[in-house]
């Protein structure tokens, strides 16, 4: 007969402290890319579906994730569409700390009842134009495309705690931002997500729309930048196009 196996605690601790950073691998990868399925979380991760699955599940009962039906562009096939999973407000929050939203909120109100919007989109402004600085030395090597200088961006931007890619599409490119320190805030006070989008129009080199935002409860910023556009020039209008309508 075999001997019993026995767990000792320095297991146990082992096993939490794996189950723990596999959790946040999870967490990670979802807000690095936004709403992903288990298939392509346990492919990223070298995990098992039934392995996936279970952190997925915990995740979901402790309110960290939530699971929404993925979009289908097109003509859509047979069978319901694979379920993506998201993190929540409250994950995102703790994967980067919103430093004083209440008393930030409350000062753009302050501004706003005293010198009106202007002052708000003149506040906003001056609040990006050190991010672009930093942004703008970083970038130095990029060159004059469009899209490679939207990929320097990116990378300049997660520096930045963003965790920002870029990507080529038909219709151009595409610049996603899959966090944001200031979404609360922006959330009443859009004139920085304004002031943010002419900013990367500025160090992209071109005119560029914005499709979503998290403040607006989109779970990726997305900036397209189309093919061929009109060169910006500062102090061009930056054009915001919902597509959730």
């Known amino acids: 007969m075999s001997a019993p196996v026995v767990t000792t605690p320095s297991a146990l601790a082992g096993s939490a402290a794996t189950e723990i950073s596999t959790r946040d691998r999870v967490t990670q ?33 402790d309110g960290d994730v939530y699971a ?40 753009l109100r302050w501004i706003a009842r005293s010198g009106g919007s202007d002052a708000v989109h003149a506040f906003a402004a001056e609040q990006v ?6 942004c703008r030395t970083a970038m130095e090597d990029a060159g004059d495309d469009p899209l490679a200088r939207a990929e320097a961006l990116a990378s300049a931007l997660t520096a930045e705690g963003y ?9 151009g490119g595409q610049l996603c931002q899959h966090h944001c320190p200031v979404a609360h805030v922006a959330a009443e006070f859009p004139q ?13 080199g071109t005119h560029v ?4 935002t998290i ?3 989109d779970g990726v910023c997305t900036t397209h930048i ?10 061009n209008p930056v054009t915001t196009v919902r597509t959730d309508r």
């Open 29 to 61: 990868l979802l807000l690095e890319r936004g709403a992903t399925t288990a298939a392509q979380l346990g492919a990223a991760l070298g995990l098992s579906p039934a392995a996936i699955r279970r952190h997925l599940d915990a995740m979901l009962a």
């Open 68 to 107: 929404r039906e993925q979009a289908v562009r097109g003509s859509r096939g047979r069978g319901r569409p694979a379920k993506v999973f998201l993190l929540t407000e409250a994950a995102r929050g703790r994967c980067g700390t919103h430093h004083y939203d209440n008393m930030a909120t409350a000062a």
């Open 129 to 134: 134009s050190a991010l672009e600085s930093r």
């Open 163 to 171: 965790a920002a890619n870029a990507s080529t599409i038909a219709s």
């Open 192 to 204: 920085l997500c304004e002031a943010e989008t002419a900013v990367i129009s500025r160090l992209v």
């Open 209 to 212: 729309q914005r499709l979503a």
């Open 215 to 217: 403040a607006h409860g």
């Open 226 to 235: 189309p093919t061929q556009p009109g060169r910006a020039q500062s102090g």
